[in-house]
């Protein structure tokens, strides 16, 4: 099986994501235009290389007919969002982040996602979560949420700094504490209405 493309596998989790929330598959050209494609014969050309490959059936003679079809048993395809940093954070285009169509999607036993709906994948960049065993280079699997227990590591979008990071969350009196996994490190102090959370850890993948 020839290894898809970056833009061929933000194609399938497009496809996967529109047939889960609208309950049929989307057209050729909504494929274009939510995964950024300039045209509907580029969409198609991606397209044909799915089919030929044998991820998705569908009949050119029927409107949206693209059908989901290559999934191993046991695994499920959890959308890539990109990197998120676990020391100072970085910068991220906005809030609406993690809708945005995946860089990629990752193969991962089912397992590892608990049965859990909403999860996805992000890379980690810095050292701060590594007493956590959360390493540079590892990816970690997030559900997500806007609610969670203190202790819980989550990602985190504060508002008043235009970043994001990965770190555990403390509620304190009139404020809120998002601490490290590293000593040698210190905590991000926030104010409640500066803070937007967007997943909590269910998982961890090791970089090798």
């Known amino acids: 099986m020839k290894e898809l493309s970056g833009k061929q596998r933000s194609v399938l989790a497009f496809i996967n994501e529109f047939i889960e929330r609208h309950g049929y598959s989307p057209s050729v050209r909504e494929v274009a235009g939510n995964c950024d494609i300039n045209s509907s014969t580029v969409a198609q050309y991606h397209l044909n290389i799915l089919e030929r490959e044998g991820y998705i059936n569908r009949s050119r003679k029927v409107f949206r007919s693209i059908a989901l079809r290559k999934m191993r048993t046991g695994v499920t395809a959890i959308p890539v969002m990109g990197t998120i940093a676990a ?117 961890v993948i090791r970089a090798l």
């Open 87 to 203: 020391g100072v954070p970085i910068p991220v285009p906005g809030n609406d982040t993690w809708s945005i169509v995946p860089e990629e999607t990752l193969e991962v036993p089912r397992n590892l996602t608990r049965g859990l709906d909403n999860v996805y994948a992000l890379r980690v960049k810095g050292t701060s979560m590594i007493d956590a065993l959360i390493d540079d280079g590892d990816i970690v699997l997030l559900q997500q949420a806007v609610t969670v227990e203190d202790g819980t590591t989550v990602a985190v979008w504060l508002k008043d700094r235009q970043e994001v990071t990965l770190k555990k969350i403390y509620r304190e009196k009139d404020r809120i504490c998002f601490k490290p996994a590293n000593k040698l490190m210190k905590p991000i102090y926030c104010q409640p209405e500066d803070v937007e959370i967007q997943g909590k850890v269910i998982g």
